[in-house]
């Protein structure tokens, strides 16, 4: 079964929005990373954040994590075309050894 | 330009037929991995690799085979076992464990 859980499974802003996506695990990790993948191609690494840390920051790119919930918020400021894409969470279990579990992903949609 | 190369970028099977799809790494990562993705829907591990000459089993490796004579190199073939290959492939890798995975642009693979 699937570790992470994205949600929602689509959105659709307008230019120079915030868009936030977010993922919720069932089991105790290691590190929760986020990815981008464009349209028919592979995916793109954005941000590790591991499960000391509370709070991640790169560029435009804002992310929370809350171990006691379980869950991570992926926050996009001020986003842009270019970002129209689908977002994926991936978690690594402490028992996974070097697997990462990937969600179904947030298809984002970004309007001019 | 360091990265992952996968080829073809779309291959054809034909019924009983096995088919080999090429991943090759020229990042010095030690681990390697196969994806399957379906439409609309995250990715699952098919076999993942730490070390030259050693890979596992991920979550569906039933019908597909794998081989790792060269760091660089972690092909994947899908056997005339798998009775639904249509699916888009991806090949990535890492550092060490639990690193970020870097990806290939992926193989999409189509029954004739």
């Known amino acids: 079964s699937q570790q992470g859980e994205e949600d929602p499974q689509a959105l659709s802003i307008q230019e120079g929005e915030n868009a936030t996506m977010n993922c919720s695990y069932k089991?105790?990790?290691?590190?929760l990373q986020w990815y981008r993948q464009n349209s028919g191609r592979g995916l793109v690494h954005l941000i590790l954040i591991r499960s000391n840390e509370r709070e991640k920051h790169s560029g435009r790119l804002r992310v929370t994590l809350d171990t006691s919930k379980k869950s991570s918020s992926l926050l996009i400021t001020a986003s842009r075309a270019a970002d129209t894409a689908s977002y994926f969470c991936?978690?690594?279990?402490?028992?996974?050894?070097?697997?990462?579990?990937f969600g179904e992903g947030t298809q984002l949609t970004v309007n001019p | 330009d360091g990265g992952i190369t996968q080829s073809p970028k779309y291959l054809f099977r034909k019924e009983g037929q096995n088919v080999t799809l090429s991943c090759e790494q020229n990042?010095?990562?030690?681990?390697m991995y196969w994806y399957r993705q379906d439409p609309g829907q995250g990715l699952r591990l098919i076999y993942y690799?730490?070390?030259?000459?050693?890979?596992q089993k991920g979550d569906i490796a039933e019908g597909y085979s794998v081989s790792r004579e060269k760091k660089e190199s972690f092909p994947l073939t899908v056997t005339s076992a798998q009775k639904n290959p249509t699916a888009f492939y991806l090949c990535?890798?890492?550092?060490?464990?639990?690193?970020?995975?870097?990806f290939g642009d992926g193989t999409r693979l189509s029954i004739l």
């Open positions: 990535a890798s890492s550092i060490l464990n639990s690193q970020p995975q870097h």
């Open positions: 990042l010095n990562h030690d681990a």
């Open positions: 690799s730490q070390i030259v000459n050693d890979f």
């Open positions: 089991t105790s990790i290691n590190n």
């Open positions: 991936a978690t690594d279990r402490e028992t996974s050894g070097s697997r990462l579990t």
